[in-house]
C-alpha cells in the first residue's frame, strides 16, 4: 500500500467527520425551527409534548451519527496504516 493510499483513506475519515457534525448540527437547527414555528399556532399540545413524534426530525441525525462513526474509522485506519509505512 502506498502513502497516497494512507492519505486519501485519511482524508476521506476526516471528510466523513465533519461531514457528521454537519448533519448533527444541522438537524439541531431544523428541528428548533420546526418547533418554534408550532409555538405561534394554536395547537400548542405538539409544541409542549412533542406528539405525534416526526420521524424525518431525526434522519439528519441518524445520519449524522452514521457518517460520524463512519468517519472514525476511516480515520483510525488511515492513521494507522500510514503510521506502519
Known amino acids: 500500500m502506498t502513502l497516497s493510499t494512507c492519505q486519501a483513506i485519511l482524508a476521506m475519515g476526516i471528510f466523513f467527520i465533519l461531514l457528521g457534525i ?4 444541522w438537524n439541531r437547527k431544523e428541528v ?3 418547533y418554534n414555528s408550532k409555538s405561534t399556532q394554536r395547537d400548542l399540545k405538539e409544541f409542549l409534548a ?3 413524534e416526526r420521524p424525518w426530525l431525526n434522519a439528519w441525525q441518524i445520519g449524522g ?3 460520524l462513526v463512519l468517519g472514525t474509522l476511516l480515520a483510525i485506519a ?3 496504516l500510514w503510521l506502519m509505512l
Open 22 to 25: 454537519t448533519f448533527l448540527l
Open 32 to 34: 428548533k425551527t420546526y
Open 50 to 52: 412533542h406528539e405525534p
Open 65 to 67: 451519527r452514521v457518517a
Open 78 to 80: 488511515g492513521g494507522v
